[in-house]
C-alpha cells in the first residue's frame, strides 16, 4: 500500500511540474517513437556528416524538410536530428520530447560577434540562457519570466563535465542569448541610425560581467521547451568564422577548419549521453 502511494506521489509530481502534454499523434514532424537521447543540430550537413557515427541507421524526414536519424553509438540507441533555424525549431523539440526523448544535447555553433583567438578549440559548454520573449509569449509562459535566465540540466552538464575532463578537453561554461536577429547582431549598423542605436542599446542590457557570453538562435527555445515537458537539456557550442565577409563559415578554408573538429564534437556529446543509464 505504502509502495503505491508513493509511487501515486511520484507520478503527480512530476505530471504538475510539467506544462505541456503533447503526445506522438499531435505531431506534424516527428511521427515515430524517439530513443531517450540524442543530438540536435540546425546544420543540416553537419547532421548528414554526422550521422555516419551512428550504425544501423534508419531516416526519418518530414514534408518541410528536418529529418532524424536513429542508430546505434556504441550499441545504445541514440538519435542523431535537424531542427530549423531560430525559434521555429521549438516545433522539432517539442516533438521530440512528445515521442520519447528525455536527454537533448544541441550541438551547434556560437553567433558571437568577436570571438577571441583561443576559442577556436574551445568546447563552449551552455549550462543558462537568457532573452528569450517571443517563443515563452507564444508559450503562454508567465510575463515575468519572459527574457529571465533557463538553465541547463544539471544531469547533462554533470556527464559532460566528466566526459570532458576524461578526454582531456578544453572546455568553458557559458551564458548563451537568444538571438531572434542574427543581422541585428553582427551588422546592427546596417539598420536605420534609429534601430542601430536601440539594436545596441538592447545588447548593453543584457551584458554580463560575471561569465563569458556566447549567441545562438536556438539553445534557449530548447531549455524552454524542455522546462516545459520536465525532461532535459544542455548545449555544446563550436566556434566558426563567421566574420569574414568573403568566405563563408562553411566554405573554402573555413569549411576544412569547421568540420575538422566536427566528429570530436560528436562523440563528445554522444559519449556523454552513454554515461546517463
Known sequence: MLKCILCLFVFLSQTFSAQIFITLSDNLFVRVPMPKKGIVCSNHDR????????????TYKSNWGPKVYVGLYKGHAVFIASAPVGSGAGLMFTELYSAGAEYIIRYGSD?????LDHEENLVKIINETDN?????KASAVPENEWGKSIFASETLLGVLREEATNRDLCVEERICHHLENYHALRKPE??????????????AQIKRTDKNESFDMESAVLFRVAKDFNKHAAAVLQTVNKANDKEGPY????KRKAISQEIMFAEYVLSALMRIN
Not at 546596417?190 to 545588447?203: A, G, Y
Open 190 to 203: 546596417r539598420f536605420s541610425p534609429e534601430r542601430e542605436k536601440i539594436l545596441k542599446q538592447q545588447l
Open 251 to 254: 566554405e573554402g578554408h573555413n
Open 132 to 136: 528569450l520573449y517571443g517563443y515563452n
Open 47 to 58: 547532421v548528414e556528416r554526422i550521422r555516419k557515427i551512428l550504425t544501423n541507421v534508419k
Open 111 to 115: 553567433d558571437v560577434k568577436e570571438p
